[in-house]
């Protein structure tokens, strides 16, 4: 936005000092504030994505400078002089930053953009990184999410980007029609990133209304200015000043639209009505399906509806039968859950940024059971599954694969980098393929509830099924004393500086983990907590698995 009113003034021939101002006090101070937080850090001026702000920020510094000697010669903007003396103080610049940026560059100080950033100018399906590509909300947006989520306001949206046709065009315009674009964009790459276009909807929907307002206003009233026209003389009127307009003419004019703002007044009270309802009633809708916990909810079963609270009995279950110290093996996804509800420790969450841990979580459950209980013992002492509904963990068990295999490059063959071996023939879940029949997820999942599936009580008893089914909870047994001990031990945890809740952590010495952690081929998502060499002849199957 900033950079777009750049250019706006300079084909204006003006400079807006104001302008400059705004943006150095909005970098200085929001970039200081951002680096306070540990895990950012000077991430701001080292990540490829972030350094477009300090690009600006130069810039800015650039023409201020040469303004000021513009100022001193009285030379105009967009002159000749004028753009030399700016190309002078870029040239200037440039060789101070080409200087730093030569020195920082050997040491690896600059990273290139991250997968989940580079997710959003490619096909959401093929960043490279599985762990990206498993989520459902990367897939575009569609008219229908535009419609559930904006609703009118959708409409709005598109008809408030007339508002740089109208005179008035300042700075925050321009903000808006920049930001409708960049949203828009956003939207088609990333359904949830309608989120981000809300806001603009809502504020090109009331500019339209405004502006339409504004005009039917100034229909009936006069400003001082207006008197004055009227009673100004002839040769100083409007209608001698344009070209076939006369006073009565004018006149017409201005009655016909003062006709058209009753049309519309009268259109309003009768049209509009029903239109409104029907907007509040869905913002009610959609407020309260947003305001719900989505952990409980309604269903029916045999036209009886029932409320389905599976998941928060389980959550229940682990806080008021398990002890405090307990941790809980599941997948990433229900790990804030683990820790917010059943307050209990979660080997995984949302937050967690090192992609080799939630690799790990993969293999552990995509594995073999004997091979997944001699890794799992050491780590927790029970294991969650979700075992019910579309989005259970068998669904996202091709997903759990992919992301172990990217690491650990033992889960699925050399040829088949997406495991797609790792299903079900057909779709058909009465039909595992020999890979998922083995899995230690599959049999979790189906213990006792299919003929053939029985776990061995030796290694995992069940200890929680909730009344529906949708959650499953197995106590792992012969857990390790010896690496339990050595993780709750504060010494052994890694964090980046003293006292920092920011604890990347480690792996306890236990041969079975070690062993695994030596087959580990750290996966380059190009965070800048990754420090070894992609696997390139992984990461080149993998991408050729995706696009075909």
Request: aromatic content about 14%; hydrophobic content about 40%; charged content about 20%.
């Amino acid at each position: 936005h900033a950079c777009v009113c750049v250019a706006v003034d300079f084909f204006r021939n003006t400079y807006s000092s104001q302008l400059y101002r705004s943006y150095t006090l909005f970098f200085i101070i929001g970039t200081f504030l951002a680096t306070r937080v540990p895990p950012v850090g000077l991430t701001p001026f080292k990540s490829l994505e972030q350094l477009s702000a300090v690009f600006a920020f130069v810039v800015f510094q650039i023409l201020h400078f040469a303004q000021k000697e513009l100022n001193r010669k009285n030379i105009s903007v967009r002159s000749v002089k004028g753009t030399l003396i700016r190309l002078k103080y870029a040239l200037i610049a440039l060789v101070l930053v080409g200087s730093v940026v030569a020195l920082l560059y050997p040491t690896g100080w600059f990273g290139p953009l991250s997968s989940r950033v580079r997710g959003l100018f490619v096909k959401h399906t093929v960043t490279g990184n599985p762990l990206v590509d498993s989520v459902a909300e990367h897939q575009p947006a569609n008219s229908e999410a535009y419609w559930r989520y904006l609703h009118y306001a959708c409409y709005g949206w598109a008809a408030g980007a007339i508002m740089p046709l109208f005179p008035r065009r300042v700075h925050g315009v321009y903000f808006l029609v920049v930001y409708s674009i960049v949203a828009y964009y956003f939207c088609q790459k990333m359904s949830r990133l309608i989120l981000l276009a809300a806001p603009i909807a809502c504020t090109n929907t009331g500019a339209f209304f405004g502006l339409l307002i504004d005009w039917m206003w100034d229909q009936y009233y006069y400003s001082e200015a207006d008197d004055a026209l009227e009673q100004a003389p002839a040769d100083e009127k409007i209608w001698n000043k344009v070209p076939r307009l006369t006073k009565n003419s004018y006149a017409r004019t201005r009655q016909f639209r003062q006709a058209i703002v009753i049309a519309i007044i009268a259109g309003a009270y009768l049209q509009l009505p029903p239109y409104i309802t029907e907007f509040v009633k869905h913002s009610e809708q959609m407020a309260h399906a947003f305001s719900n916990p989505q952990i409980v909810f309604k269903a029916n079963v045999g036209n009886k509806p029932i409320i389905v609270k599976d998941y928060l009995d389980a959550y229940h279950w682990l806080r008021d039968k398990t002890p405090q110290d307990a941790r809980i093996m599941a997948w990433w996804d229900y790990g804030y859950q683990i820790t917010g509800i059943g307050n209990r420790t979660s080997i995984a969450d949302g937050n967690t940024w090192n992609h080799e841990h939630i690799a790990t979580v993969g293999k552990c459950l995509t594995s073999p059971v004997k091979e997944a209980h001699s890794l799992i013992r050491h780590l927790a002492d029970y294991v969650l599954v979700w075992a019910g509904g579309g989005g259970d963990d068998l669904a996202k068990s091709p997903h759990m694969a992919r992301i172990g295999n990217s690491v650990y490059h033992d889960i699925c063959p050399k040829e088949d980098p997406l495991c797609s071996h790792f299903g079900f023939v057909n779709g058909d879940h009465n039909k595992p393929t020999s890979s998922m029949k083995k899995s230690l997820l599959y049999n979790l999942h189906a213990h006792n509830t299919r003929p053939d599936v029985r776990l061995d009580p030796a290694l995992f008893q069940e200890a929680f099924t909730s009344k529906y089914g949708l959650v499953r909870i197995f106590k792992v047994m012969n857990v390790s004393k010896e690496s339990k001990q050595w993780n709750a031990d504060p010494a052994n945890r890694v964090c980046d500086y003293p006292g920092s809740w920011y604890c990347p952590g480690q792996y306890p010495p236990a041969p079975e983990i070690q062993n695994m952690l030596k087959k580990r081929t750290d996966f380059a998502q190009l965070e800048d907590f990754n420090k070894k060499e992609r696997n390139d002849e992984y990461h080149e199957a993998y991408m050729r698995s995706e696009e075909h």
